[in-house]
Structures are given as C-alpha cells and as structure tokens.
C-alpha cells in the first residue's frame, strides 16, 4: 500500500479507475464531474465551526486536495455541502445529515452501558435487554414516539456517514472520541456493531490509508469493479 500521506496523484488516478469502467461496460460519456469541487480552507474551516470540532488531518485535506465527495470505498463517499446555509453530509439526491458533536462516538462494547445511564438518568430502571436491540423497548416506554429517532441519533454521535457501501451498509468516520480519525462499519440492521476498518496486518484504518486500499484494489482489479474484494477484516 502507498504509505505516503498526501493525496498528489490520487484524483487522477481514481478519475482513471472511472474512466476505464465507463469503458470496459462501454458506457457513453460520463453526465457528471468524478469528483466534486474541492472545498476552501475558509468553507473547511466554516463547517468545522458550525460543529465546533476540527475534522480529522487526512479527512480535511481530501476534502481541499481531491473533492467534496466523489466515488469511494465501496461505492460512493458522502459530499459535504452547504445547503440553505448549513453544513452536512449528503446521499445522492438525499437530505443533509448533520454530525451530533455533542458526545463522543460510543464503540459497540459500550453502547449497553450508554443506554442503561440514559433510561436511568430519565427516571427508569431498565428491564432486560434484548439480544437485537438492547434496550430500545425500555426506550420506547419511556420516550414513547420519539424513541426510535432518540436511540439512533445517540447510536451514531460523534461520527459522520462516510460512505455508501451497497445493500444498507455503510462506513463511518469518527469525529468526537479517542478513536477519532479511524473508521467503523455498520452492517445492515436495527442495531449492528460498528466494526473497526483494518489493514492486512491489523492496522486500524485512518481515511487516508482506508482510501488507498481502496484505490489500489479498485486498479488492480481491471480498473473498474468497485464491488468486488473483500470487506473489513
């Protein structure tokens, strides 16, 4: 893998990859640019501050090096954009998703003990968990309609969609917590564990070296199939 840390080369070699794809299945001409618009340091800097937290290095210098968003592991990375004056990250055709900075992200093995202190600090002593949910009925007792939004907006605080990677799952940046900077996999479900990216040799991912891996196994593999290889190990 390039061990390098900046992003020289990168676009041109992804805008390649999309090139030889568009090709190989004898597409027409492309309807978009590959990449969006790169930011500016004062739009990086303005969404940082409409948060209050400064994006991980190697996230923010794609976002000034490379683009907004453009194609990514496993098929396309979330853009982020400015829509009516706000910052957020973007599906395609979708409504922007705000970050929750307010608390840090909480790893899989803790997220339990995170709701038990929520249902306790509302007055409820929890009843029993659930394989599959943990304590989202307790949740519901006690919120009532608003429980599902409440449970999945504190599931997901602290990091940001990063990624789509087909069939409902998706990848996770880390923004807020001692694990900022790395990225977690979230497999299609109501409550799935979030699963640290790794290199071959065990290496959690940072974005710059979970990109890289991606690139270099979408070029080795004719240019083109963004849906082969293997997930996280």
């Not at 618009?37 to 923010?60: D, F, H, M, S, W």
């Not at 710059?208 to 891996?213: A, F, G, P, S």
Request: contains cysteine.
């Amino acid at each position: 893998m390039d061990t390098q840390t900046g992003w020289s080369g990168i676009r041109e070699r992804v805008i390649a990859v999309v090139e030889a794809r568009r090709r190989a299945r004898g597409w027409g001409p492309p309807q978009h640019p590959v990449f969006e618009p790169v930011l500016t340091a004062a739009e990086i800097a303005e969404a940082e501050a409409q948060y209050g937290v400064k994006l991980p290095e190697e996230y923010r210098t794609f976002l000034a090096e490379v683009g907004a968003g453009g194609p990514g592991p496993e098929f396309e990375l979330t853009s982020l954009r400015r829509v009516d004056g706000n910052w957020g990250w973007v599906w395609e055709g979708g409504d922007p998703i705000p970050l929750d900075p307010s608390e840090p992200f909480v790893e899989t093995q803790e997220w339990a003990d995170r709701q038990l202190a929520t249902l306790r600090t509302a007055g409820f002593e929890p009843t029993t968990r659930d394989e599959d949910d943990d304590y989202l009925n307790d949740y519901r007792k006690v919120f009532g309609d608003a429980a599902d939004r409440i449970w999945h907006e504190q599931r997901d605080r602290g990091a940001i969609p990063i990624s789509d990677n087909g069939c409902g799952m998706t990848s996770w940046l880390i923004i807020v917590g001692p694990h900022r900077g790395e990225l977690r996999d979230r497999n299609v479900g109501t409550n799935p564990p979030y699963i640290p990216f790794v290199d071959v040799h065990g290496n959690r991912h940072n974005f710059h070296t979970w990109y890289l891996e991606w690139l270099e196994r979408s070029e080795r593999e004719a240019l083109g199939s963004w849906d082969d290889g293997p997930g996280p190990q």
